[in-house]
């Protein structure tokens, strides 16, 4: 017996480290094939803005700011629309209603990105150039928007959850207090669960810069540096989809490792800086307040 | 209501694909079975699907997948030995060819033309208007004599065959704005212009249906006839591919396009046929 739950053991840290080792693996790989573009020097020239294979110039500067702007667009969108939801779903809504709420939630995170996509180009994209923006109804804006409703479901899960976290006896001492629910939720409830508010939004971003296809889809691809956010833009996601169809051998498919290099650096120093976040915001909390867990109610 | 009966239309015409099956050209998969894997070009799709389909009912044991992904990747996958059939709307290059010891199988002819939506008013063009077009200089409907709206160009992706024939031959190797949208596919290009009142862009004749309108260039209409006959000059090869001579499965299904049931299969998709 005790055997076997050692062996499980070693199965578990096994399967952990051989995940940690895959990403370190991946890494290496890109830059190992990328390679030949960083030793001719010509890695700079990639950080130029214009993308014309057939004038022989590789510049990738315009897909970051196409990943950087849908991405941080579609958090400023989904970000009050999760609070929001999140603060109905535990706080705001009838006790019948809140159940009802999450399944429908829960239900909203297993959508295939490609429906919320296909339902866009038929009824947003259409909507956007007519009334809002003047063009083909292609643009950042209307990709951040349809990412905003794609994060806002494992947003407002991690929001929920990080507020069910919270120590009972604390809810009950601000309820007897004769808190009203908002009142609950920026004096309790947003200062002790905002680490896990933290690694909600994370993952969400993670989410929104990692997404093809909705960018690929509604985003309009267009590779000229983007003016606006009302105009066609493409990501780097899209770009790899977009240019892995070439051939094998030729310089611009050699660029795609660059791009898959820079996006996978993205992701890291996004996670890095928000774990910081993160510990720093843990250790004060535990420092003021007793260790979170409260024991036995 | 008209999109649920061209549906049904679609469904019956399926069904009805049958009656036009020459005897025997599905007698050589007689006791074949096992998986074909084609994937590339998205201009092939339709024909591939509807033969796919007929073999699959007379001969149960057969599993074919089609798969789109553009004529790059048909190459792409034919070389590496990922598929068995390659598609692609363009000839391999020399160096692919020595690369990956491919040979080309070219069972039909087709055109790319120009599309607009069906309400845009501007359907004739001069090689210089679509040249001033698709490279930004022409950038209003109102100077070619329609709406005071702004061109919304519409590309495809640089591994495109149907693209490298149209900017060969449609564009004359001019240059194409970095501002124009990018779709993946034939059919996403159809999806696009049929929903987008002010745009412009290209497909293969045989995807040319109701939901887009054709755009005459230089006086001639980019149809069947046109591309048969030589007139409409934005044509290309639809090319399948295999790794070395085709064998097996590969072979039997490339031989049923070249046999006279394939071949009024491409006619009535909307092709040339070889034969």
Known sequence: MINAVKSFEHFCRAMAMGSGLLLIAILFMMAFLGWPLIESGRFIALFSTEWNPQGKSYGILPMVMGSLRITLLALFFSLPMSISAACLTELLAPRSLRRLLLIAIRFMAGIPTVVYGFVAIFLLVPLMREYFIQGSGFSIITASLVLAVLIAPTMIIFFVNGMQSVPRPYCAAVDSLGARPMQKFVYLLLPQAYPTFLVGIVLGLGRAMGDTLISLMLAGNSVAMPESIAESGRTLTAHIALVIAADFSSMEFTTIFVCGLTLTLFAICLILSIRLLDHFGSGRVIQVENPRRPGHE | ?275
């Open chain 2, 1 to 275: 209501m008209t999109k649920l009966f061209r549906l049904m239309l679609a469904a019956l015409f399926l069904v009805t694909c049958a009656t036009f099956t020459h005897a025997g050209d599905l007698d050589s998969f007689k006791g074949q079975g096992g998986a074909l894997k084609i994937a590339g070009g998205t201009a092939h799709i339709p024909v591939m699907k509807v033969a796919a389909k007929m073999i699959i009912e007379a001969h149960p044991d057969i599993r074919i997948t089609i798969a789109g992904g553009g004529s790059g990747v048909g190459i792409k996958q034919v070389g590496e030995g990922l598929i068995d059939i390659g598609n692609a709307g363009r000839k391999a290059t020399d160096k692919e060819i020595s690369n990956y010891g491919l040979v080309m199988h070219k069972w039909a002819i087709d055109g790319v033309g120009a599309v607009v939506n069906p309400q845009n008013p501007v359907t004739e063009l001069t090689t210089e208007q679509l040249q001033g077009i698709f490279s930004g200089k022409i950038a209003n409907w109102k100077e070619l004599g329609g709406e005071d709206r702004a061109i919304n160009l519409y590309d495809r992706d640089a591994a495109s065959g149907t693209r490298s024939v149209f900017w060969k031959k449609g564009l004359k190797k001019a240059d194409v704005s970095p501002k124009a949208n990018v779709v993946p596919s034939n059919g996403a290009m159809k999806t696009a212009i049929s929903g987008d009142p002010y745009s412009i862009g290209f497909v293969s004749v045989g995807h040319i249906d109701d939901s887009v309108a054709p755009v005459t260039l230089d006086g001639v209409a980019p149809t069947l006839d046109n591309v048969k006959n030589g007139s409409f000059a934005v044509a290309r090869g639809l090319y399948s591919i295999t790794k070395g001579d085709a064998q097996g499965l590969a072979k039997l299904f490339i031989d049923f396009l070249f046999s006279p049931t394939g071949q009024e299969l491409v006619k009535a998709k909307g092709f040339v046929a070889v034969k």
